[in-house]
């Protein structure tokens, strides 16, 4: 059974930093590729920061590039990102996600709120 388990979240002043962690289990971590997402009350859910196991390729969003940074330690099983330079706009559920053998796997999110 894939699990992911999102935390680290919390109550932040506008442009202090934030470190969230995801503990991924119940799959093979040969190819894949793991993420974040974020979800803002009223708005869809966006991509914010992703990197595949095979080669280490990172993505991130425009709206994050130069603030917030992935992470993955191949030899366990936890995903961070560290996120600095917070905004209210910043403020959202941030989820986990995986993408292995076709399939996308959610965890159950961890809030986010940026005070302005």
């Known amino acids: 059974e894939v699990q992911l388990v999102e935390s680290g979240g919390g109550l932040v002043q506008a442009g202090g930093s934030l470190r969230l962690s995801c503990a991924a289990s119940?799959?093979?971590?040969?190819?894949?590729?793991i993420g974040w997402f974020r979800q803002a009350p009223g708005k869809e859910r966006e991509g914010v920061s992703c990197i595949s196991s095979s080669d280490g390729v990172t993505y991130y969003a425009d709206s994050v590039k130069g603030r917030f940074t992935i992470s993955r330690d191949w030899r366990s099983n936890s995903l961070a990102l560290q996120m600095s330079s917070l905004q209210p706009d910043d403020t959202a559920v941030y989820y986990c996600?995986?993408?292995?053998?076709?399939?996308?796997?959610w965890g159950q999110g961890t809030q986010v709120t940026v005070s302005s």
């Open positions: 119940g799959f093979t971590f040969d190819d894949y590729a």
């Open positions: 996600k995986v993408r292995w053998r076709g399939n996308d796997y």
